[in-house]
């Protein structure tokens, strides 16, 4: 089993349309979840990350998290056509006692905001 | 706004030619990272560094890949002898202690020919 999984996609919605965005992960071990959102040919761009189990918003972004069930999704609501990208989730575990941690990265959903 | 910046934006290099990736993390982070991307795959994790030395590779981090932080502003990243399989986007990310918010710089293309 990947450590993590994403759904590839691609994924194409109307303008104004609430998007799911979804990873599973297998490893415990993993402590932060994050959402990076990708443009073609660019590094990710950190959009939201949480540590604990629950939801946290910003703006028209949601993320979720439920550690019992290994299971983060990403939600967009009034999607916009700028919002068209790869969306990225990567999970965190510590790697030293320094504090660093490896992200692990999902394979990424394209998504297109059809206007 | 701070951010991390890579140069060059895209290298061309013949196999077995020397190649170093050079990045310039965000001022007061202390923990610097390379992160590779083949064409349509997913975003890998090569190394980390912290304190001058390196706090964990991964696989692919074989010992034609080296690092180094020359000064206090660059870390770079040298690929010994290039092969084909190296073509990538490379990325490097920096964070903060107990930050777990690693920041990418926009990458830097190499195609090995």
């Known amino acids: 089993q990947k450590e993590v999984e994403q759904d590839p996609g691609p994924l194409s919605v109307p303008e104004g349309a609430i998007v799911s965005l979804n990873c599973t992960y297998s490893n415990s071990a993993f402590q932060y979840f994050m959402w990076y959102r990708q443009y073609s040919r660019k590094g990710p761009e950190l959009l939201m990350y949480?540590?604990?189990?629950g939801n946290k918003e910003d703006g028209r972004f949601t993320a979720q998290v439920d550690k019992s069930s290994k299971y983060i999704s990403l939600f967009i609501r009034d999607s916009q056509p700028s919002d068209s990208a790869t969306y990225l989730c990567?999970?965190?575990?510590?790697?030293?006692?320094?504090?660093?941690?490896?992200?692990?990265f999902g394979t990424g959903t394209r998504l297109t905001i059809i206007p | 706004e701070p951010e991390v910046t890579q140069t060059p934006s895209h290298q061309v290099t013949q196999m077995g030619q020397e190649v170093i990736l050079r990045c310039v993390p965000i001022s007061n982070h202390l923990y610097f990272y390379w992160y590779r991307q083949i064409l349509g795959q997913k975003v890998e994790f090569l190394v980390s560094f912290y304190n001058n030395e390196i706090s964990e590779k991964s696989e692919i981090f074989d010992d034609q890949f080296s690092v180094e932080r020359p000064d206090g502003s660059n870390f770079t990243l040298k690929i010994r002898s290039t092969k084909l399989e190296d073509s990538a986007m490379y990325f490097c990310?920096?964070?903060?202690?107990?930050?777990?918010?690693?920041?990418f710089g926009p990458g830097t293309r190499l195609t090995v020919l």
């Open positions: 990310a920096s964070d903060i202690p107990g930050g777990s918010e690693q920041f």
């Open positions: 949480t540590y604990s189990s």
């Open positions: 990567a999970m965190s575990a510590l790697i030293s006692n320094f504090g660093n941690e490896k992200l692990t």
